[in-house]
């Protein structure tokens, strides 16, 4: 299988193989350089560890005993600088001995892949790095009593670190080939399992699709269901008589929506005593404060209380509520179209359809289809919500699919970049 990149090149599994392969098969022999060096360097940290170990054991059995009562004794007429370099070295080899006795080495034998390679490297540069430190600290109080002694030890571990530095340029320098190998594969593997995930992904793509085919297709005779309904005149007639009122609505609310703010202002000074205000009025101007058009359609045509209202807050608007005079203008302008019977007329349309309305409803015959229409839209929205759903699914899985696609094209050039670095071509 092969899968393209963002510029349309393919990458495949093979070309990775043929990477590992043309790699193992031009650099064979710093491959084999690279795994003798390191079976020899490790040979020859097993046998100085192994020096360090029996050289700190001697130290230990020859130290320990006159560090005793007895021993103690025995060696007073040395000194007190004597005594205290006896006490360092004794301490130093201890630790050695703990230390070395532990470390592992792996077996000279064996071929090691870069990681296990880079942990042997961390591990006795930690050792050797510790050693260091008590080495230090030893000979910051031994005297030239002990420097014989711990030349048996001194001399491996000295080797040791020369073999540390020998293990860093192996690893900046042959074994770089086989950490290439080593990448490759990784990405062999990276790529098997993108090319995995796109095929499921692809499969996956392609079932929600089939899903919401399958959706619009219903949405679409469903649209139909209720698109005949609507040609039901009981229906047409009541949806066209609501969509007439909320015209009107709009409409007067277009001439008392604006005064809203003043409404409030006049309510609340009365209700704190800055002026005083008919308790009727107030009551008016709290509810054309919240809903204007409600309360002025719930109003009497002959004496509705708007024009009480504003008589009023034109009265006391300038002095006491402190209103602009374009406010007082606009309040004077509506007050004349409600005198004149303007918005009235707007009214009794309303109400006049607002009746055939409710008259239309109360049929048993409008109550059955409304009934069915209501269902329909219900399952409507719930068939747009489960579409709107799959296009969320499809648009992520196609973004995934992207990702997959530039994942592998990222691949692809690492893979290149790595045989190019070891991999030299001819000219």
């Known amino acids: 299988m092969r899968k393209k990149g963002r510029n349309g090149d393919t990458l495949s599994k093979s070309e990775i193989t043929g990477y590992i392969e043309e790699i193992n098969r031009q650099m064979y022999k710093t491959i084999n350089i690279a795994h003798e060096k390191s079976h020899k360097i490790r040979e020859s940290i097993q046998k100085e560890t192994e020096k360090v170990r029996e050289g700190s054991k001697k130290l230990i059995d020859e130290t320990d005993p006159q560090l005793t009562e007895e021993g103690v004794q025995k060696i007073t007429k040395k000194g007190k600088i004597y005594f205290r370099s006896l006490k360092a070295i004794n301490s130093l080899v201890h630790f050695l001995f703990n230390q070395f006795e532990e470390f592992d080495i792996p077996n000279p034998q064996n071929n090691l892949n870069f990681n296990e390679f880079n942990q042997f490297i961390r591990s006795i540069s930690r050792l050797l790095t510790d050693t260091i430190r008590e080495q230090k600290t030893a000979d910051s109080i031994m005297g030239l009593d002990f420097m014989l002694k711990k030349r048996g030890i001194y001399g491996p571990i000295s080797k040791l670190n020369s073999d540390l530095k020998d293990l860093r340029e192996l690893q900046k320098a042959e074994y770089t080939v086989i950490k290439a190998l080593e990448d490759l594969d990784s990405l062999y593997?990276?790529?098997?399992?993108?090319?995995?995930?796109?095929?499921?992904?692809?499969?996956?793509?392609?079932?929600?699709?089939?899903?919401?085919?399958?959706?619009?297709?219903?949405?679409?005779?469903?649209?139909?269901?209720?698109?005949?309904?609507?040609?039901?005149?009981?229906?047409?007639?009541?949806?066209?008589r609501g969509i007439r009122m909320t015209e009107l609505e709009i409409e007067i609310g277009r001439h008392l929506n604006s005064f809203k703010k003043i409404f409030k202002k006049y309510a609340r000074e009365v209700q704190r005593g800055s002026i005083s205000g008919d308790f009727g009025l107030v009551n008016a101007a709290i509810g054309y404060e919240e809903d204007p058009v409600k309360r002025y359609l719930a109003e009497s045509?002959?004496?509705?209380?708007?024009?009480?209202?504003?008589?009023?807050?034109?009265?006391?608007?300038?002095?006491?509520?402190?209103?602009?005079?374009?406010?007082?203008?606009?309040?004077?302008?509506?007050?004349?179209?409600?005198?004149?019977?303007?918005?009235?007329?707007?009214?009794?349309?309303?109400?006049?359809?607002?009746?055939?309305?409710?008259?239309?409803?109360?049929?048993?015959?409008?109550?059955?289809?409304?009934?069915?229409?209501?269902?329909?839209?219900?399952?409507?929205?719930?068939?747009?919500?489960?579409?709107?759903?799959?296009?969320?699914?499809?648009?992520l899985t196609e973004k995934s699919l992207v990702n997959f696609a530039e994942s592998l094209e990222e691949r692809k050039e690492k893979a290149k970049s790595i045989r190019s670095e070891v991999i030299s071509e001819p000219n």
Not at 191 to 210: D, G, P, R
Not at 385 to 393: F, I, P, Q, R, V
């Open 189 to 240: 593997k990276d790529v098997e399992e993108l090319e995995n995930k796109i095929e499921t992904t692809e499969a996956e793509l392609k079932s929600i699709k089939l899903d919401r085919e399958s959706l619009s297709n219903e949405i679409q005779t469903l649209e139909k269901d209720i698109s005949r309904l609507f040609e039901d005149p009981i229906i047409r007639n009541s949806r066209e």
């Open 301 to 395: 045509e002959t004496d509705p209380e708007i024009t009480s209202l504003f008589h009023e807050l034109i009265k006391v608007g300038e002095e006491s509520l402190k209103l602009k005079q374009k406010h007082l203008n606009n309040m004077k302008q509506e007050l004349l179209n409600i005198e004149k019977g303007k918005l009235n007329v707007l009214k009794e349309e309303w109400k006049q359809l607002a009746d055939l309305k409710t008259q239309d409803e109360a049929s048993s015959e409008f109550q059955r289809v409304n009934e069915k229409l209501l269902k329909l839209e219900t399952q409507m929205g719930e068939l747009k919500s489960k579409l709107e759903e799959k296009d969320n699914e499809i648009s």
